[in-house]
């Protein structure tokens, strides 16, 4: 793949699969790791003439515990896509939860920022989310494929509870939800985020 990219960058072509035509191509290339490029070159990882190519700009981004002063922003921006993504009402953070926030040491960067507040999201009530709702992990877990094994087989799970509490309700929402010990904002985000409408 490092060769197909490299030449793409540096012949400005590329070939899609099953063509047997060239097209060229005129793009500018952003991305980004969490891996030491320079030390996997030297490792003999990655092609040292592609780390180059695409190394023009280097931009550092510390971890998020090294930006403190980044959290209530980026918490607001998650808070507000999750509302609009699932077209409820706004939810706030108190204070009290911003400072819990900002005292944790965040091992899974901002994926782990979004994690817990989808998961304050759904425990908080009156649309704010109150220091006791945001649930923080101890130790810092490395994520492996049994790991997502498991979110697969827990949200199978959550559809069914959820679908079954419908069925029950003559899916009247607001029944479903008090049946299953939610609010309502909590069970439509559920739906939005599990694919059920």
């Not at 030449?7 to 060239?22: C, D, H, T, Y």
């Not at 704010?128 to 790991?147: G, N, W, Y």
């Amino acid at each position: 793949m490092q060769v197909k990219l490299l030449r793409a960058i540096q012949e400005k072509v590329i070939r899609p699969v099953g063509s047997q035509n060239e097209f060229r191509v005129d793009v500018r290339i952003l991305s980004a790791t969490n891996f030491d490029l320079s030390e996997q070159v030297n490792q003999g990882l990655f092609r040292q003439d592609l780390f180059y190519r695409i190394n023009v700009i280097e931009i550092k981004i510390p971890p998020l515990r090294d930006r403190v002063d980044d959290i209530p922003l980026l918490t607001h921006h998650i808070l507000e896509k999750m509302s609009f993504d699932s077209h409820a009402e706004n939810v706030k953070l108190s204070k009290d939860a911003e400072k819990k926030l900002q005292t944790y040491h965040f091992p899974g960067n901002v994926r782990e920022l979004e994690n817990i507040l989808e998961r304050a999201v759904t425990l908080c009530t009156n649309n704010q989310i109150d220091a006791q709702d945001i649930l923080l992990s101890e130790v810092p877990i490395e994520r492996t494929d049994s790991d997502l094994a498991l979110d697969s087989m827990l949200d199978d799970i959550e559809k069914k509870k959820i679908i079954e509490a419908l069925e029950k309700t003559k899916w009247n929402k607001t029944a479903a939800a008090k049946l299953l010990g939610i609010s309502f904002r909590a069970l439509r985000y559920r739906l939005e985020k599990l694919g059920l409408h």
